[in-house]
């Protein structure tokens, strides 16, 4: 396979950044469903309204036609919000060749289901090849090109070392990993632990209670990922300990600033209706309770943010929570 043309569909942060990164390597279509943004993009090379520092490559083209961009692409990039993108991926259908490989970006499951955006490629492009690109990769700072790291992960070993130097570029360095599962599970899990450390540092808790909820949070992360098939070396790596702490630490987190918005004493509502960007741990999170019970495994912390996000409890009362005041031994949940 020798990719030359890669389509990347959605124009928010993160479909942009990785869009202008890979211009580096190949020819990229970025397709987005707003005409404005698409206009902005192709004339003026920025996007303001999600990276205002910005300036975007020249031969970064952008188009409001999906048929267009997908129809001539070698690869299919996915950065279209968890609750939209099996339906965007039916409309992929009607264009895509065959064997054109998909990667997802996005870092949530989809409610209904409950299923990994691979999956939902599985089910809805039978045939293609598929994988998933995640890590600690807050999106304004990698199109400022400061240093980061991910992880491309496939089951097919040859097309993902393709796909690695597709991806990847001077500082922006991409591994790869056969764990789809864990490496995708990562991704997701982390958001709902970091809207617990922005509800800890929304309170005004100490770093060292922001360790802690990493750490304990990590551990939950891994018995839910290693249930459901993931490798528990997976979590120590890019997509798990990697991500969790670039989102439980960064004033760029919108999953922390939830949490942070959240200790303020406000609801989700009125925090969504601000917020122009995703915050995937919050709409994701009614689906991990469900996989939590579904395999037996204790996540307390999860439990603790799910409850806030229901308006079950506040912020203040379940951060108590967080951290029991009964511990047992460090191996086990609570
Ligand atoms: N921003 C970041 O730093 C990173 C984000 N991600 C993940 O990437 C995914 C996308 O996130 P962002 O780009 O940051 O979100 P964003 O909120 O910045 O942008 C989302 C984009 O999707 C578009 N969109 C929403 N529904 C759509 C639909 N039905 N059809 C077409 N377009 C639609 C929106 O118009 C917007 O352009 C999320 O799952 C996120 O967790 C992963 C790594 C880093
Ligand atoms: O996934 C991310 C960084 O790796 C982005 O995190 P937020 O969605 O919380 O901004």
Redesign the pocket.
């Given at each position: 396979m020798q990719v030359q043309r890669v389509a990347v569909l959605g124009g928010g942060s993160w479909g942009t950044t990785i869009a202008a990164v890979m211009t580096r390597n190949v020819e990229v279509t970025l397709w987005a469903r707003n005409a404005d943004t698409v206009e902005e993009i192709n004339t003026r090379h920025t996007n303001l309204g999600y990276l205002p520092d910005a300036t975007l490559p020249e031969k970064l083209v952008a188009t409001t036609d999906i048929g267009a961009a997908v129809g001539s692409a070698d690869v299919v990039v996915m950065a279209i919000p968890s609750q939209h993108f099996r339906s965007v991926l039916r409309t992929v259908k009607e264009h895509i060749h065959a064997w054109v490989p998909v990667i997802s970006l996005t870092?949530g499951l989809e409610l209904d289901t409950r299923m990994r955006m691979t999956q939902v490629i599985e089910q809805e492009l039978p045939g293609h090849p598929f994988g998933v690109l995640t890590?600690?990769?807050?999106?304004r700072e990698i199109m400022a090109g400061y240093a980061a790291a991910s992880v491309i992960a496939m089951d097919d070993e040859v097309i993902v070392r393709e796909l690695q130097e597709v991806f990847g570029s001077g500082l922006f360095r991409v591994y790869t990993n056969d764990d789809v599962i864990g490496c995708e599970l990562g991704?997701v899990l982390k958001?709902i632990i970091?809207i617990a450390a922005g509800m800890g540092d929304g309170q005004g808790a100490g770093d060292n209670t922001r360790a802690a909820i990493i750490t304990r949070g990590l551990a939950e992360i891994t018995r839910l990922g290693v249930a459901m098939g993931g490798r528990p070396e997976t979590f120590a790596g890019l997509a798990g300990m990697g991500?969790l702490i670039?989102?439980c630490t960064s004033g760029?987190?919108?999953?922390?600033?939830v949490g942070m918005e959240l200790a303020r004493g406000r609801d989700m509502e009125e925090i969504v209706a601000e917020m122009r960007?995703?915050?995937?741990?919050a709409k994701s999170a009614p689906a991990v309770m469900a996989l939590a019970k579904e395999y037996g495994v204790e996540m307390p912390i999860a439990s603790d943010v799910f409850r806030v996000l229901r308006g079950d409890a506040t912020a203040s009362r379940a951060f108590r929570g967080l951290l029991r005041v009964e511990a047992g031994a460090e191996s086990e949940p609570g």
């Open positions: 870092k890590g600690p990769n807050l999106a991704g958001n970091a991500d670039a989102t760029q987190s919108r999953n922390r600033h960007m995703v915050a995937e741990g």
